[in-house]
């Protein structure tokens, strides 16, 4: 079975003895233009490990510094070259435009922790409690029971019900507005060095915003720097940085090919 | 600011599985995604594995310190 790292924008490059899974070889499959870059792995899967994601990372990034490289998600594996060969003609449209986009660049990934004691931003847009269309109808009549009198505010489940989905729905469109502003804060502050920019909030519903960055290779200093500043003018953000990374937010799941299904 | 790159630090390691495990290139075709422990979806060209809970299992990890 071949473990595949990642896509290199070249149809060679040396092979980097003994850096993969297992002690095995990283050695070009070459296919048109491009090369997957993978090791011969002896079994039909790989535990996912801190050690062995790292490992995985490490590939990567050593290949970044001779060539663009789209990282794949961890665990990729294919029987055998010429499989994997099929696989990259498949996707090779897209493949070859996620490389120039990622190419000379690196991923900077911050996570954002807005302090609301020491905000000091005017007009927080999701204090005007508005309702999402979804929950319109549901989110109407909670607000009328909220905003009933205090003697004539039914106390029955079916209230109780209608104002948590309320404060729900209060919650999570204060969470997006509030990872829109930051942005487009972010957006504004950090344009010059930053080629593009990913903004996520959190499956798990916590406070803090997640954001990817991409930044030209030889711009991260400069990058930080922006960022310093950005810590100085807002210090209602904890701003805590990691990186450089391979593009793994810059690149599509699935391939752009004419071709997909 | 310095950005991090310690290598044995726990938040760079959640960023780096927030990364690997969700993000990067899917191939179609022949290739999956195969993690050990973790059942195997064929879904007629595409291919891939659910990691939600081998992700999960190292948040916990590094949250707690034990990774």
Redesign the interface.
């Known amino acids: 079975m071949l473990y595949v790292y990642g896509i290199v924008d070249s149809c060679r490059f040396e092979t980097i003895p003994g850096d993969g899974h297992e002690g095995g070889d990283i050695v070009p499959v070459p296919s048109g233009a491009l090369a997957a870059a993978v090791s011969v792995l002896p079994a039909c899967s790989i535990e996912a490990t801190p050690q062995s994601v790292w490992r995985h990372e490490r590939v990567l990034e050593r290949l970044m510094l001779e060539h663009a490289v789209l990282p794949l998600r961890f665990g990729t594996v294919c029987r055998d070259a010429d499989a994997l060969r099929e696989c990259l003609l498949y996707s090779s449209d897209g493949l070859v435009n996620d490389l120039e986009r990622v190419s000379g660049k690196v991923e900077i990934a911050l996570r954002i922790v807005e302090d609301d004691r020491r905000s000091a931003l005017p007009g927080r847009s999701w204090e005007r409690a508005c309702i999402s269309t979804t929950d319109r109808q549901s989110g109407e009549a909670a607000r009328g029971i909220l905003n009933a009198p205090g003697k004539d505010r039914p106390a029955g489940r079916g209230a109780a019900y209608l104002r948590a989905r309320l404060q729900r729905v209060r919650g999570e469109m204060a969470r997006e507005d509030s990872g829109k502003r930051l942005e487009q804060l972010l957006r504004q502050r950090l344009d010059l060095v930053a080629k593009d920019v990913v903004c996520a909030l959190p499956a798990d519903g916590s406070a803090a915003f997640l954001l990817s960055c991409l930044v030209e290779r030889d711009r991260v200093t400069e990058f930080a720097d922006a960022l310093d500043h950005f810590r100085r003018d807002y210090p209602q953000f904890d701003v805590t940085c990691t990186g450089p990374w391979a593009p793994y937010s810059f690149v599509a799941a699935a391939p752009l090919s004419g071709r997909q299904q | 600011?310095?950005?991090?790159?310690a290598?044995d630090?726990e938040?760079?390691?959640a960023?780096?599985?927030?990364?690997?495990?969700?993000?990067?290139?899917?191939?179609?075709?022949?290739?999956?995604?195969?993690?050990?422990?973790?059942e195997?979806v064929y879904v007629?060209?595409?291919v891939l594995?659910a990691?939600y809970a081998?992700?999960e299992r190292?948040r916990s990890?590094a949250r707690s310190g034990a990774?």
């Open positions: 600011m310095v950005v991090r790159t290598r630090d938040l760079a390691l960023d780096l599985l927030d990364r690997a495990l969700y993000k990067g290139v899917v191939l179609w075709g022949e290739a999956t995604i195969s993690l050990a422990g973790v195997l007629g060209l595409k594995v990691s081998t992700s190292f990890a990774s």
